[in-house]
């Protein structure tokens, strides 16, 4: 029963001791050690001892758009490749630029596409191989390598290549690279074009190259982005996106227990679908072995060209699994002891799924997540999501043209406890009723009505909502005429006390 899951397997990971756990917050902009933002996109982890290192690209728009998140950037440029590293993947120190565009002696100008990297460590060389895809005026599309005597860098330009054997387009589409248990690296990614044919392809011998590749599956519709991959309890697990260019999406999942295959069917990851991966795409996996058990870390990018998909670059949650199966935990903040290989929900965590309206990024009838729903209006179908949000870009809106009556609502499973719902609203006022409730929690339906009008943004606030029954169904109800309207955004429902940000 999908629903159940994610109820169970968050009554099987309660809160760590305070000792041990340290915490993830999505929906932010994330910090280093320094207090200055981590720029780290479409990139990958590297174990070296005790050490993790996260490299991932900065953009120079990504710069911009964290100082100003109002602002929309339709071209990314490359600015570097940055390295992070950490002992508990929660507190990371900035280590530097693994390289950077227009560094002389390199071949990686600014107007270069270069993103989609990995590292691995060459044991016989003692030397880490970076592997990106780039495409710059002086090579065209493909696969580039670059070298370092250490996890930091200054990595070396040391090849480029323009093609992959037994590929159905000359090179790689989204790529991540994959080290196996034995140490050997393998290039996981799509054909370029239709971005339908999905391959794996072990590196050469000295890691300066990608070896004939094997078709594992071809995707059915438009195709698959974010390819990346992980391995729990000896199972490949190749995972993607749908085709949606910089926007988020649902992710998929299929299976095998040789890296070449036969792979299943893939079918959609469980968790995923109500807010488009919590508004993210597929950037890679961290596998988390512990004393205790392994954690499998999906680690997100928050992309649509660095402009209404939510705050923050990047977006990390955990797997648990049901057999074979796994499933995804939209959580808006975890804890995580990398040291035992477990996890928890944070106390501050945010039940309520798309709860900004990020996920969609278009105007949209229905949104991810919600129930939306009119009466009285004939041959209309209302645009529910529009620019103009409390934070981001989208909110909800509910407008009236004839007198009619809107609702929008979630059904949310949870643990049982006492919580508090929040909520951002503005309204046209004129309305003859506008009200927020909870209901289905096993008690009274939870109420608060707007009074009047309000053109700026207000918070409407639920206190107390006992919940018995292990869900709830939380919402907003308007009616109206006249072009009247409701917007409401950054929609919160957290166990109480409640402690963060209000």
């Not at 580039?144 to 090179?171: C, D, E, K, L, M």
Request: glycine share 12%.
């Amino acid at each position: 029963m999908p629903l159940l899951l994610p109820l169970v397997a968050l009554a099987l990971t309660a809160p760590l001791p305070a000792q041990a756990q340290g915490t993830i917050r999505n929906d932010r902009f994330w910090t280093d050690t320094g207090g200055m933002p981590i720029y780290s996109q479409g990139g990958g982890i590297l174990k070296v001892a005790d050490r993790y290192y996260w490299y991932g690209v900065r953009y120079e728009e990504a710069v911009t758009y964290a100082r100003n998140p109002t602002a929309h950037h339709p071209n990314p440029h490359f600015a570097a490749v940055t390295v992070y590293s950490s002992t508990d993947l929660v507190t990371w120190r900035y280590e530097g630029d693994a390289l950077k565009a227009g560094d002389p002696g390199q071949r990686f100008p600014r107007d270069a596409w270069f993103g989609r990297l990995g590292v691995a460590y060459h044991a016989a060389t003692r030397r880490y191989v970076l592997v990106s895809q780039y495409s710059g005026k002086d090579t065209g599309p493909g696969v580039v390598f670059a070298t370092s005597a250490s996890p930091t860098g200054p990595f070396i330009f040391a090849r480029h290549q323009a093609v992959i054997t037994n590929v159905s387009t000359p090179t790689s589409g989204d790529q991540t690279l994959f080290v196996d248990d034995d140490g050997k690296p393998y290039l996981v990614f799509g054909s370029g074009g239709s971005r339908r044919d999905l391959y794996v392809a072990p590196l050469r011998p000295d890691y300066l190259g990608v070896e004939p590749a094997t078709r594992i599956y071809t995707a059915p519709g438009a195709g698959r982005e974010g390819n990346a991959m992980f391995k729990y309890r000896g199972i490949y697990y190749f995972c993607s996106s749908d085709l949606h260019g910089w926007n988020a999406s649902r992710s998929y999942c299929m299976q095998a227990d040789r890296i070449t295959g036969s792979y299943s069917p893939d079918r959609l990851l469980e968790g995923t679908a109500e807010d488009f991966s919590h508004v993210s795409q597929n950037g890679f996996f961290v596998p988390v072995h512990g004393s205790e058990g392994t954690t499998i870390v999906y680690a997100g990018d928050r992309w649509s060209d660095f402009a209404g998909n939510g705050l923050g670059y990047n977006v990390w949650v955990p797997l648990s699994f049901d057999g074979r199966t796994p499933c995804f935990h939209s959580l808006s903040e975890w804890t995580l002891d990398a040291k035992r290989g477990t996890w928890g929900v944070g106390a501050n965590n945010n039940y309520a799924r798309n709860p900004s309206f990020e996920a969609d990024r278009v105007h949209q009838t229905q949104l991810a997540g919600w129930q939306v729903s009119w009466t009285s209006i004939k041959d209309v179908s209302p645009i529910v999501n529009a620019p103009g949000g409390h934070t981001g870009r989208w909110a909800l809106t509910l407008p009236h043209a004839t007198p009619s009556m809107a609702t929008a609502t979630q059904d949310i499973v949870l643990p049982n406890g006492d919580y508090r719902l929040s909520l951002w609203i503005r309204s046209s006022g004129g309305q003859k009723v506008v009200r927020v409730f909870a209901i289905g929690h096993g008690g009274v339906e939870v109420a608060q009505t707007l009074n009047g009008g309000s053109e700026d943004w207000r918070e409407m606030t639920l206190p107390t909502i006992p919940i018995r029954t292990g869900r709830v169904q939380i919402g907003v109800y308007s009616e109206g005429q006249n072009n009247q309207w409701l917007r409401i955004d950054d929609v919160r429902l957290t166990a109480t006390p409640y402690s963060g940000p209000q």
